[in-house]
């Protein structure tokens, strides 16, 4: 963006806007003309065909929350609720405008640069920004912190989480600052969006939408990730919407994984289902709020993530249910942590500047070790290999430096294929898990030990300390003798002397 394409912009904004772009996008060589190159600004009203709606819309004044719990929540089918929002005070403060006035100078994420730190813009630039931008895949307020900001957190007492989602909300027993992000603010102008992802750790999600249209596009679990993340020239919502979206519609689509679409308006909330794909591309400048939960409807599945994802967090959180919801333990307890679960995951997130699913995956993948460790048995891993294979009897049949070449159809990584070294026994093929998939399974089955554990501990200390007494009276009752024998020894010695 320079001065003379814009002259109703100050040089500060300017600047702003520039140093903004250039953070979220590093990966563009021309950063004047790459923002641009496509004309997306010109051609969008074409790009895409019409939204051919498929989603039920229901209205929740005639909806329980038994009623949403056992046709949508259990079921896992995505639904539009209208009349959720009346009493929001958000309908009419959440303008573009009014946010720009008053949260003038507070500061809102619109991506993240290469190392993952946030890039953050101030709302007065950022209604600039809406206002003149061309570019592509425009920046996109993505905001996750703004409840615990001294004047962000007003936000809050605009709008009142619906009673569908509300009422069981699992993760708060760990408290706010212990579990994954949750709820975000998402401000965006036309062209920007999220590409296709599954949010994390099989959380539920809901979509208010205050002021604007969003495209909507869902998948079913089932359908193979190949299919949604393909090999694409960027990872922005509107290129994926490009290339993929008119491939949904050929006739070689599998039947069993058509999507829903959807276009959402203001006024609607959009319940997505753990485990759906979803993307979505704003078609107007849109105001909306997203939150992530996790209910005992999908407890299980979430359990299962957070348990093989992050070890550290299921087992404080197993610590509060116990207090909280003792109920969900037994069913914790009965979730087979070394299986998968039926729900794929999205484990690679999106790299995308302007997307919601890099701070959304950010949850899951966030490393629960330290680094140094990491490194240390990077370093170990071959060794440990090798002794497995002795103690085994194996020989790999191909190194991962033939598979990467094309010596073997074999795949390098992350799993090797082995054969026994017996020339009279059968060939045995036997799959090498890597160590993080190990460790992780060690932890699955350590925190499973855990559950099972606890219910037997307190008569398992009460056999020890019965069996510990016990000895501790043979031991003076042996004692007492070989005393008393020494003693009778003595006096024998004695008179004959």
């Known amino acids: 963006m320079e001065q003379d394409e814009f002259p109703d912009l100050s040089r500060r904004s300017l600047r702003r806007l520039n140093r903004a772009r250039y953070k979220a996008r590093e990966e563009l060589k021309d950063q004047r003309k790459d923002w641009v190159k496509n004309k997306y600004h010109d051609t969008f009203d074409d790009l895409l065909p019409p939204v051919k709606d498929t989603c039920p819309r229901v209205d929740a004044r005639t909806v329980s929350f038994e009623d949403f719990r056992d046709q949508y929540e259990l079921p896992r089918k995505p639904v539009i609720f209208t009349h959720l929002m009346d009493e929001w005070q958000a309908t009419e403060k959440w303008t573009i405008k009014k946010l720009a006035k008053k949260y003038r100078n507070q500061s809102f994420k619109v991506g993240e640069d290469n190392k993952g730190n946030s890039v953050k813009l101030k709302m007065k630039y950022y209604q600039d920004y809406i206002k003149f931008?061309?570019?592509?895949?425009?920046?996109?307020?993505?905001?996750?912190?703004?409840?615990?900001?001294?004047?962000?957190?007003?936000?809050?007492?605009d709008y009142k989480v619906p009673d569908y989602f509300g009422r069981e909300d699992l993760f708060k027993f760990v408290g706010e600052k212990r579990r994954p992000p949750y709820r975000w603010i998402v401000i965006g102008p036309t062209r920007s969006g999220t590409s296709v992802h599954i949010d994390p750790l099989g959380t539920h999600a809901w979509n208010a939408v205050v002021s604007g249209y969003k495209r909507w596009i869902l998948f079913p679990t089932k359908t193979p990730r190949y299919l949604l993340k393909q090999k694409l020239p960027d990872s922005e919502a509107i290129t994926w919407f490009k290339y993929v979206h008119p491939q949904t519609k050929d006739a070689n689509w599998p039947t069993d994984c058509q999507p829903i679409e959807v276009l959402q308006g203001p006024g609607e909330v959009m319940f997505v289902p753990g485990g759906w794909w979803h993307a979505v591309l704003n078609v107007t400048n849109t105001v909306a709020v997203t939150q992530n939960y996790v209910s005992s409807a999908n407890f299980p599945s979430s359990w299962h993530k957070t348990a093989r994802g992050r070890p550290k967090l299921s087992k404080k959180w197993l610590e509060q249910l116990k207090i909280h919801r003792p109920d969900l333990v037994d069913v914790a307890s009965k979730v087979d942590l070394t299986k998968p679960t039926e729900e794929q995951s999205d484990s690679s997130g999106s790299s995308s500047s302007s997307s919601s699913s890099s701070s959304s995956s950010s949850s899951s993948s966030e490393s629960e070790r330290p680094r140094s460790r990491k490194r240390s048995r990077k370093h170990s891993s071959e060794r440990h290999r090798s002794r497995d294979r002795k103690r085994s009897g194996v020989t790999p049949t191909n190194t991962p430096t033939d598979a990467v070449n094309g010596k073997s159809d074999d795949v390098a990584h992350p799993k090797k294929r082995y054969e026994s070294s017996d020339s009279g026994s059968e060939e045995r093929i036997q799959v090498y898990k890597t160590r993080s998939q190990r460790d992780r399974d060690y932890s699955a089955r350590k925190i499973q030990n855990k559950i099972s554990v606890d219910s037997t501990d307190k008569a398992l200390r009460n056999t020890k300390f019965s069996s510990r007494q016990g000895s501790e009276v043979s031991n003076v009752r042996s004692s007492s003798s070989d005393s008393s024998r020494d003693y009778r020894r003595l006096s024998v010695s004695q008179k004959s002397r």
Do not use: V
């Open 133 to 157: 931008n061309k570019d592509d895949s425009p920046l996109y307020i993505f905001d996750g912190n703004y409840g615990d900001h001294r004047k962000k957190c007003q936000l809050l007492d």
